[in-house]
């Protein structure tokens, strides 16, 4: 799982209804002593996480879509961190993005009237500093690359089946 994406996931198609599926989650939650519970199991949607006494702030969570097909179900999983740290960094991101923006503008409007515009040094170290974000996201991303591969190993085991993430 060693990637550079923010939000690793996958795709399978398999032979087991949605009910099914639910059922062997469920019981594979009964009969291991995994290290994961369901935070939320409905009808077509599952969210799986690390028990609270085993989290930290970049523990992931593993959200899975579960998809009636003609035969069988098709199952979209999402690896992602606790929404109140996704929400955190979309919130930076936005508050960079609208910097560099209104910055990048008012230094340029600036510039077309042949006046100094020393702002527009301002967007390139906010640039530096999405850029700490991103890299301060893969390093949480790496902090908490062992509960995701139990998370995903937890899967793997409940619908017997090997699951390719991109």
């Known amino acids: 799982m060693t990637s550079i994406r923010i939000r690793p996931r996958f795709k399978l198609s398999t032979s087991y209804?949605?009910?099914d599926i639910i059922v062997k989650v469920k019981n594979q939650l009964k009969e291991?002593?995994?290290?994961?519970?369901?935070?939320?199991?409905l009808k077509n949607f599952i969210?799986?996480?690390?028990?609270k006494e085993e989290q930290h702030f970049w523990s992931p969570?593993?959200?899975l879509s579960i998809d009636k097909e003609e035969e069988g179900s098709f199952i979209r999983g999402?690896?992602?961190?606790?929404?109140t740290v996704w929400s955190m960094f979309i919130f930076f991101y936005t508050g960079i993005g609208v910097c560099i923006l209104f910055g990048g503008l008012y230094g340029l409007s600036r510039l077309s009237l042949n006046l100094e515009a020393p702002i527009l040094w301002v967007v390139p170290a906010l640039l530096g500093l999405a850029l700490l974000l991103y890299i301060i996201a893969q390093v949480g991303q790496k902090l908490g690359a062992r509960q995701m591969f139990d998370?995903?190993?937890?899967?793997?085991?409940a619908i017997d089946k090997k699951v390719r993430i991109y």
């Open 47 to 51: 969210v799986l996480k690390i028990n």
């Open 78 to 83: 999402l690896y992602t961190p606790k929404p």
């Open 151 to 157: 998370l995903h190993h937890f899967i793997e085991e």
């Open 32 to 41: 291991t002593k995994s290290n994961c519970y369901a935070e939320s199991m």
């Open 17 to 19: 209804t949605p009910e």
């Open 61 to 63: 969570q593993l959200t």
